[in-house]
């Protein structure tokens, strides 16, 4: 079951695999949070099932301990301190024995939150701004150089949360994080969206290799985000900084989307109006009236490549935090949504070593 779902097979496709109904499952995978636990490794000085069986047929046969011990081939101090500390001969059963061996042998190592208050203060408060375990990892560790107590890695800030049997942060802040998952899922790649074709578009191909190096800021990538009943929002990201841009949108015309695109970029400087990257999306066939407007290139991706506006993608993912899917977008006023863009570009950034882009977009203005 954990080597399935560590490989990102479905539940369905899981209890199929094992003959199972999915409820079963999902309640195993629900106990521990997704997150598989780690294998009982046995020191090979310690009995094994298979001597403990023999120890009990040598009982049940009445041996002495010392004929035991030569047929399991362990000394007799061994056999006669497993014999006492299992009830003696009348009451030693090897099933028994090997359970109580089990059990008495976990060291359960202690989390590190569990005993630094103030650490666990510190990362509650972070997660209820909507920050990821990496951002508040990578944070804590840019501004606690050399103090290890103040660290803490992102997998145990997971681990915490996920595996509630751990006692240290409430199962509450896991609607905090973008997902709002219960368990602990594998990554999946996402499928590719087909888009029509685009009167002159310019593929993404002939745009300068300036613009590939994210060193000269004012270039962007853009997108829609969907909502329920045809609602959208324009997603526009600064490929230097990673700096949001939230643009409201009254349909998905592209007369509407242009108006609105070059209305929003207008209020910029004109050294961050220098190009914008689009998917195949028929919502920008207008391209060359945006690029008269704003005096911005647009070039357009090679169908079904999502990947070639990574910065794009990656922030419309974090915006599903904010607004998830199948609920409409349209009631949002152009104030609450840049609200939403504040917030995000108030967060660190691990691409950026954990700089905010707000801070890495006015360092390059300036």
């Known amino acids: ?47 094994s099932t298979a001597e403990r069986e023999a120890i009990s047929r040598g009982v049940a046969c009445a041996s002495s301990v010392r004929a035991i011990a030569r047929a399991v081939g362990r000394p007799a101090s061994t056999i006669s301190r497993e014999l006492k500390r299992n009830g003696g001969r009348s009451a030693y059963r090897a099933a028994d024995a090997e359970t109580r061996a089990l059990r008495e ?21 972070r997660l209820t701004q909507h920050w990821s375990p990496e951002q508040i990892a990578g944070w804590l560790k840019r501004h606690n150089v050399g103090n290890s107590v103040m660290q803490v890695s992102h997998e145990t800030i997971y681990r915490s949360l996920f595996v509630q049997a751990r006692g240290v942060l409430k199962a509450e802040l896991l609607d905090c994080l973008r997902t709002q998952r219960q368990v602990r899922r594998p990554r999946r790649a996402a499928a590719a969206e087909r888009r029509g074709r685009i009167v002159d578009a310019v593929s993404i191909r ?28 324009a997603t526009l990201v600064e490929r230097t900084s990673r700096f949001v841009l939230l643009v409201k949108l009254p349909n998905k015309t592209s007369e509407s989307v242009v108006d609105a695109l070059i209305k929003q970029m207008r209020k910029l400087p004109t050294e961050l109006l220098r190009s914008l990257t689009w998917d195949r999306g028929s919502e920008l066939a207008q391209h060359k009236r945006f690029t008269i407007a704003t005096d911005a ?17 990656n922030t419309n993912g974090l915006l599903r ?8 977008l349209g009631h949002y006023t152009q104030a609450e949504l840049n609200k939403v863009a504040r917030e995000l570009n108030g967060r660190p950034r691990e691409t950026l070593d954990f700089r905010t882009p707000a801070e890495v977009l006015n360092l390059a203005l300036h």
């Open 206 to 233: 002939e745009r300068p290799a300036t613009v590939e190096d994210r060193a000269v800021p004012g270039h962007w990538e853009g997108d829609l985000l969907a909502g329920d009943r045809g609602s959208h929002i």
């Open 321 to 328: 935090q904010y607004f998830p899917k199948g609920e409409p």
């Open 1 to 47: 079951m954990w080597r399935r779902w560590r490989e990102g097979s479905t539940l369905c496709d899981i209890a199929r695999a094992l003959d199972r109904c999915d409820g079963p499952v999902w309640r195993l995978l629900v106990r521990s949070g997704g997150v598989a636990p780690r294998a009982v490794v046995r020191n090979a000085r310690n009995l």
């Open 297 to 313: 290139k647009v070039y357009f991706c090679d169908p079904q490549s999502p990947w070639q506006r990574g910065s794009n993608e």
């Open 105 to 125: 042998a976990k060291r359960a190592k202690v989390c590190k939150l569990a005993g630094a208050r103030k650490l666990v203060r510190l990362v509650t408060s």
